[in-house]
């Protein structure tokens, strides 16, 4: 196994890019935030399953954190992570610098006025024109003909596609399953901040959204009494907070009233300080 | 002389840049309107200068067309585009639909804070988001190495180096001097709809920036004097409307005071109903 190729220059990055294309070599690329887990790991598999060569990036990226939020607190181990990119087959890593990335004087960002103002967009601020500003960035330095992103971060898969045809990046966005613990908790970098009974609190999560599931298919159709079930059931569990529950669209994330087609059902819930989001696709006729 | 290829499928595009990329071509990109002069022939001739192969665009980009604005009446004529094109040795014009370009649901733009809040930004609300938009989607279509702009539209060409460098998109840009008529009328498409009355009065522009140049170098370095004295001069022409005058920063587009380095004076004025842009570089020490 030849040895992973740690880049921080955006250039050799580039560089290197263009020198595989001309060989005729494919790329799939995963954005990463780094502190690499089990969810990561599938989406890089993936990666490497669907072209001939594969860049992950870590970059913890601030535009897309906002005041009071965790980017001081974000968790890092980048040794573990270059370890674990090579034994996955990875061929680079690109950590780009935060100086190299936001240069003084940065001026440019990409927005949009629909998706970012559903779910978790509303109370991040600026969240998704961090997001989509980094994504570009990170497409244009990279140069991949395909990139992976986790359904578990469902508006920013809906945002990412949207961008990508509407500037028509010339790269396939594959979607790919949230992965999960044995009992069911989504993978996160941010479960390491979880004391042992958050952990369990945690899984109320995922719990009410399979509730929901099984709701649904004993023909409760109404969206509002899902979500005030799985609110009922989130809240009974001692220090959660609930950012949203939403049942919406799968394309423009608008709500829906009656559940008569695959909905998706999201939610984002404070367990003590740590922010989890979570979401299933909720349909009738399963 | 191969004919000139006339592209205006979007995949069709893309593909034909990655197969001359692949032969190991580069690839110069003009952006433009359409109703080709003398400027835009100019800015051409550059590109075919700096690569092995040049794409020019004809798209009327409603996005950046404020209301009342002339986005309806912008005037086209693309048969003679195409010959244009071809005489000058262009490889392909590339003409985008709206329709392929704008699909239902399209929302992403692109933005900065700073640079657009300045000169005609402010009186274009919108115009250079409109802008920079059609210009990533192009270079994300078109993948060219190189693209030239002219300086003409010089808060364009500071708001696309900002953009290409914030972003990270591997193009070099190049800037093109000016291109006027022989009595000085800087070339545009719309000069086509000025009277002859008014095509001598459209000359206080270009006469106006020459007299701020000749009156620095008599040491008057004060701004508002040069300013007040274009305003003046260009109000004197009956029918005229000066939208702004400006000294500035060339970099930043920052209002200057004193003229103690080179700036630029820009200014936007109507004649008639026409809105005509002009800028100089002028230098304390030329």
Redesign the interface.
Known sequence: MPAIEIIRS?TEM?NWSARHR?KGNSISFVPTMGFLHEGHLSLMKEGKRQADKLVISIFVNPTQFGPGEDFDSYPSDLDRDFKLAEDIGADVVFTPTKADFY?Q???????????PNHLCGLSRAGHFQGV??IV??LF??V?PDIAVFGEKDFQQLAIIR??V??????IRIIGHPTVRETDGLARSSRNSKLTSDQRITALSLFASLEKAQNTLKSEETSAAVLIGNAADFISSHPGTEIDYIKICDPDTLDDVTIIDRPVVMAMAVKVGTTRLIDNMILNPDK
Chains 1, 2 share one sequence.
């Open positions: 955006l580039t001309r240069p004087g940065f001026d440019t960002f990409i927005n949009q006025e629909k998706l989509m500003t570009a960035k244009n330095v140069n949207r961008m045809k509407d500037l028509n990046f010339n």
